[in-house]
C-alpha cells in the first residue's frame, strides 16, 4: 500500500537467490504489483501468493493483479485464495464471493495453479458479539498503527460466516460442485495444487 509502485531492490534480490537456495519458498502476498512481478522473474523456484483475492473481482491493495496472478501460474507457482474481508467491498463477504474469486483466478491461472490460502483458523465462532467486541478493538489499534488495509471494517469479520468450523472445506466442495466443477479441479483447489508446488520447492 506505499504509495509508489517500487520493484525488487538489489538486496530483494539476494533474498530471493537465498530463499532458493535454501528451498523456503517465496510468498509474495503482502507484496506490491511490481515487486511481485520482479521477485517472480527472478526466483529459480516456483513462487506462491498463498493468500490473496483478486483485485479485478474486487478493487482492493490487498487483493492481485491478473498480471500478479498470470505470471505466477505461468512460473509453475500457486495461488492461494482467502477467506477475508476484501473478497468484497462495503459488506460482509459470503461463500459465494470466495467462489467468484476462485473461478476468476481459474480462469487467468488455469485449474493447476488455484487452491485455497484462508488467512485464518478453522475455528467455529460460538459468541460472536464477544468477538465483535475484540475485533473492534483490534481494528481500532491496527488504524492507529498506520496498518489497516482498505476494507477492514470493525462490523465486517475476517472470516467467512457461512463457512464457519470445521466442515468448511466440505461445505465449499458441495458449493463448488454445485457450480459444475468435477471432483478432480475440486481436490487440487481443497490441497494437491499445494502440495504439488509446496513439494516442488522444498524437495
Not at 530463499?19 to 504489483?33: A, F, K, P, Q, T
Request: with cysteine; hydrophobic share 40%; proline share 5%.
Amino acid at each position: 500500500m506505499v504509495p509508489t509502485n517500487r520493484g525488487l531492490t538489489p538486496f530483494g534480490h539476494d533474498v530471493v537467490a537465498e530463499l532458493n537456495r535454501h528451498r523456503v519458498v517465496v510468498d509474495l502476498s503482502h507484496s506490491g504489483e511490481q515487486i511481485c512481478l520482479d521477485a517472480t522473474a527472478a526466483s529459480k523456484a516456483p513462487v506462491m501468493i498463498t493468500h490473496t483475492g483478486c483485485r479485478a473481482v474486487t478493487d482492493l491493495p490487498r487483493n492481485k493483479s491478473d498480471k500478479e496472478l498470470r505470471r505466477v501460474a505461468d512460473q509453475g507457482g500457486f495461488v492461494g485464495i482467502y477467506f477475508m474481508p476484501f473478497l468484497a467491498t462495503g459488506r460482509q463477504p459470503t461463500a459465494e464471493d470466495l467462489i467468484r474469486h476462485i473461478e476468476h483466478a481459474i480462469d487467468i491461472c488455469g485449474e493447476d495453479h488455484v487452491g485455497i490460502g484462508t488467512d485464518g483458523s478453522v475455528t467455529q465462532i460460538d459468541h460472536m458479539a464477544d468477538y465483535l467486541k475484540e475485533l473492534e478493538d483490534e481494528v481500532r489499534q491496527r488504524r492507529a498503527a498506520g496498518i489497516s488495509a482498505p476494507g477492514e471494517r470493525p462490523d465486517i469479520v475476517p472470516f467467512l460466516p457461512d463457512l464457519m468450523g470445521v466442515d468448511k472445506f466440505r461445505r465449499l466442495a458441495d458449493l463448488l460442485a454445485r457450480r459444475g466443477h468435477n471432483s478432480g479441479r475440486i481436490e487440487k483447489i481443497l490441497g494437491t495444487n499445494f502440495l504439488r508446488v509446496a513439494d516442488s520447492v522444498w524437495a
